[in-house]
């Protein structure tokens, strides 16, 4: 009971190789579902166009990152690509406190992280119909090179070997059904025995 | 992997005490969830207004139900306020085995031998949000004497004891709510890794 007391919310990891869409599925299935805090990352990435700092990331400098690193800031963190990614804890902390799910969207690495450290948390991995769609899928994206695309490719083969890990699968076919899809996991993971005990007083 | 090959359906229990109202929230949410079974149950007690015989129950008498018992031919039965309330196995199976969920509509005594002989199924406790709200709606409901109502509430408080049991509760307060949650829960399942291995293939 210990992680499931009353009024405790749920962490909830959604995660998927880069070209699954994981970000467009939670975009669309989020204002529909109450009591949700999005958590939002640390990166030392660069901005992609449009991208807000401390709305989309949080852009930091790779000595920034290492400083929270190192000060155990940090609820899981994974190198990408070249770049850091991370999920700063004491936000995710407190909204779960407050009985708030909180939503996580991060890469594969940081998730087995989380999952490791808070085998409570919910881990849903986003993938298309057919793994070969990945590469179609980053190549119309058209936001990077090649080199990077092959191993986002390659990367996304060893993140299918820990598929058994997750939870949940949500494939994105149709948006609208991967959206309903994310959106059933996250309500029914209110609805768990754990979470309601107090309603079974009698 | 045996209960979850590629393609089985998901067995899910629905259950509650009398008057929490499983009967409506079901109704409500099945018409949008496709590929789903309501198994039809039999049962020795006499039909209530309404009522058709294989399409709300198969109504048989005592002698017949005990030959169903006899023969092995049910998935669970209950005895309840005198009358025997029981699943035939045969359509369940036959419905998982082509992939489709079925969705038991049963009493509490039948949904815990469903999940001690089938551990996968997902049992589902409809529940109002205060155990007090039950005697009033069997009052309203006006179809049964007071001393079977006394009964129902009794048998109730025994039901709130297996509480712990059940993977899901859902709270029958706001209708539409309750329907959210219980097809929330329903569509979730479909999702789950083990019945979604297949997809991981890279």
């Known amino acids: 009971m210990s992680d499931c007391a009353r009024g405790q919310g749920t962490l909830i990891v959604v995660t998927g190789p880069s070209g699954a869409g994981k970000g467009t ?3 669309r299935a989020l204002p529909a579902l109450p009591h949700i805090h999005y958590s939002i990352s640390a990166t030392t990435r660069k901005p992609r166009p449009g991208e807000v700092d401390g ?4 852009f930091l400098t790779h000595e920034q990152f290492r400083a929270m690193i190192d000060g155990g800031e ?3 963190y994974a190198e990408y690509v070249g770049n850091y990614y991370g999920t700063p804890a004491k936000a995710v902390e407190s909204e779960l406190a407050r009985g708030n799910d909180v939503i996580l969207e991060i890469e594969v690495q940081g998730a087995l992280m989380v999952k490791s450290k808070r085998p409570d948390a919910v881990l849903v991995f986003i993938i298309p119909p ?8 980053l190549h119309n994206r058209g936001s ?15 993140e299918y070997k820990s598929g058994d890990k997750y939870d949940y699968i949500v494939v994105n076919d ?13 309500i029914s993971q209110r609805c768990r025995t754990e979470k309601r005990m107090d309603l079974l007083t009698y």
Chains 1, 2 share one sequence.
């Not at 709305?55 to 949080?58: D, L, P, T």
């Not at 057919?130 to 899928?137: G, N, P, T």
């Not at 149709?174 to 996250?186: C, G």
């Open 174 to 186: 149709n948006l609208e059904d991967a959206v309903r899809e994310l959106s059933a996991i996250i």
């Open 25 to 27: 599925v939670l975009g």
């Open 55 to 58: 709305k989309s990331y949080y």
């Open 74 to 76: 940090l609820l899981e």
């Open 130 to 137: 057919r793994f070969s769609m990945l590469q179609e899928r």
């Open 144 to 158: 990077e090179p090649d080199d990077v695309i092959a191993q986002r490719v390659e990367k996304a083969r060893q």
